[in-house]
C-alpha cells in the first residue's frame, strides 16, 4: 500500500500556466511603456493602451496562436531594435538588419513568405495533399510573424528620425497594403484554426499574394517614411485604419469564399471543396464581420474628420466611396438575413462588393483627389 499522498496532475495544464504567463507579460509591457513615457502621452493614448491589453488578452485567451505570434515578433522586434542603438543608419550596414531585421527587410520576407504560401496551398490542393496544405500553412505563419515584425520596427524607426516624426505605420497605401497583408492572411489563418480545414488557402493567399505584387511594383520609394500632414496628428488614427482594413480582409475573403462557392459546382473542384453549404455560410461570416468593424470604422473616420476639418461629413471621394462599401454590404446581408437569399446571387455579390471595395481601397487614392489625398503612393 502507497504510504505517500498521490499528487494529481490533472489541474496543472502547460496551456493555462503558458497563457498566463503570456497575459502577465502584457501587463507588465504596459506598465513599462506607462512609466516609461508618462510624460509624453496623455489620457487618449492611456485609453488606447488600456484597451488594446484587454483585446491582445482576449483574442490570445480565445485563441492561443496568438501567443507565440506576437512572441516572436515583440522578440524579434527589440533585436532589431538594439542593433540599431539609437543610430537609423546601422540599417544600412549591419548585416541582420540589412538583410532580415529592418522594417524594409521583414516586410520583403512577409512578401516572399506570402507567395511561397500560395503556392504551397495551391500545390496541396491541386494534388490533395494534406502535408503540402500543412506546409502552407506553416510558412504562412512565417509569414505573418516577418509582416507583425516589420510594423513595429518600422514604428520605431519613424521615431529615429524625430520624436516629431514618429507614428504609427498606417499612414499611406505603402504600410497600410503591408497591414492589409498582414490581417487579411492573420483572419483566414484563424479561420483554418477554427475549422480545421486548409482546403481554401490558396483562394484566401491569392488575394494576399496580389496585394504583395502591388505593394513591391508600386511602393517603390514609399517605403521612406515621411512626417505626417497636421490633420494625421491625431490619436484617432490608431483605431480608425486598423479597423477599417480589419473590415477590407474580411470583405476580400468573402470574395474568394464566394468564388469558391461558384468553381464547387465544377466536378473537379468540387472533390477539392467544401460544401457549397459551408462556403456559403463562411462568406456569411466575413461579411458580417467585415460589416462591423467597416461600420466601426466609418464611425470613428467621421469622428475623426470632425476634429481635423470641422465637420463630420464632407461628400469628400473616400467618405463617398466609403458610403458605397457600406450601403452594398448592408443590402448583402439585408438580403441574406431577410430575404433568405442564398446561392449564386451572393456568391456573385461577393464578387462585384470586392471590385467596390477595391476601388474605394486604392482607386480612390490613385485616381480621384480630395482631403484623403495624402493616401497616396
Known amino acids: 500500500m502507497n504510504m505517500y499522498p498521490t499528487i494529481s496532475t490533472r489541474s496543472y495544464d502547460p496551456r493555462k500556466v503558458l497563457s498566463a504567463t503570456y497575459i502577465v507579460a502584457l501587463v507588465l509591457g504596459c506598465l513599462y511603456v506607462l512609466m516609461r513615457f508618462w510624460s509624453n502621452i496623455d489620457v487618449y493614448d492611456i485609453a488606447i493602451l488600456v484597451i488594446s491589453l484587454l483585446g491582445m488578452s482576449a483574442m490570445a485567451l480565445m485563441w492561443p496562436s496568438l501567443q507565440p505570434l506576437t512572441v516572436a515578433s515583440a522578440v524579434l522586434s527589440l533585436i532589431a531594435i538594439s542593433i540599431y542603438s539609437g543610430s537609423l543608419e546601422r540599417g544600412d550596414h549591419a548585416f541582420v538588419l540589412k538583410y532580415f531585421l529592418s522594417s524594409q527587410s521583414s516586410i520583403m520576407w512577409m512578401g516572399l513568405l506570402y507567395w511561397s504560401a500560395t503556392v504551397l496551398y495551391l500545390f496541396g490542393w ?30 520605431y524607426e519613424s521615431y529615429l528620425l524625430g520624436a516629431e516624426v514618429g507614428h504609427i505605420p498606417v499612414s499611406n497605401l505603402y504600410e497600410v497594403f503591408v497591414l492589409f497583408s498582414f490581417l487579411t492572411t492573420l483572419l483566414y489563418l484563424h479561420i483554418e484554426w477554427q475549422t480545421k480545414d486548409r482546403k481554401l488557402g490558396g483562394f484566401a493567399m491569392l488575394v494576399v499574394s496580389a496585394a ?10 514609399a517605403h521612406e517614411i515621411q512626417p505626417l500632414i497636421p490633420a494625421l ?3 484617432w488614427m490608431k483605431v480608425h485604419v486598423p479597423a477599417n482594413f480589419i473590415g477590407y480582409g474580411a470583405f476580400s475573403l468573402a470574395a474568394m469564399f464566394g468564388g469558391a462557392w461558384l468553381l464547387a459546382g465544377n466536378p473537379f473542384f468540387a472533390t477539392r471543396l467544401p460544401s457549397r453549404q459551408w462556403l456559403d455560410e463562411l462568406s456569411y461570416k466575413s461579411v458580417a464581420l467585415g460589416f462591423v468593424f467597416f461600420t466601426i470604422a466609418t464611425i470613428l473616420g467621421a469622428l475623426w474628420a470632425a476634429e481635423a476639418w470641422g465637420g463630420y461629413w464632407s461628400w469628400d471621394p473616400k467618405e463617398t466611396w466609403a458610403l458605397v462599401v ?4 448592408a443590402a448583402w446581408l439585408h438580403a441574406r438575413l431577410v430575404k433568405n437569399i442564398r446561392g449564386a446571387l451572393l456568391a456573385w455579390w461577393s464578387l462585384l462588393g470586392f471590385c467596390i471595395t477595391l476601388f474605394a481601397f486604392v482607386g480612390v487614392n490613385m485616381f480621384l483627389s480630395g482631403l484623403h489625398s495624402y493616401g497616396a503612393l
Request: charged share 10%; hydrophobic share 45%.
Open 126 to 155: 491541386l494534388r490533395q495533399s494534406s502535408s503540402g496544405l500543412l506546409y502552407g500553412s506553416r510558412v504562412a505563419w512565417v509569414g505573418t510573424t516577418a509582416g507583425l515584425t516589420g510594423l513595429l520596427v518600422r514604428w
Open 212 to 221: 504583395v505584387v502591388f505593394l513591391f511594383k508600386y511602393g517603390q520609394g
Open 233 to 235: 496628428k491625431s490619436y
Open 326 to 329: 457600406w450601403l452594398n454590404y
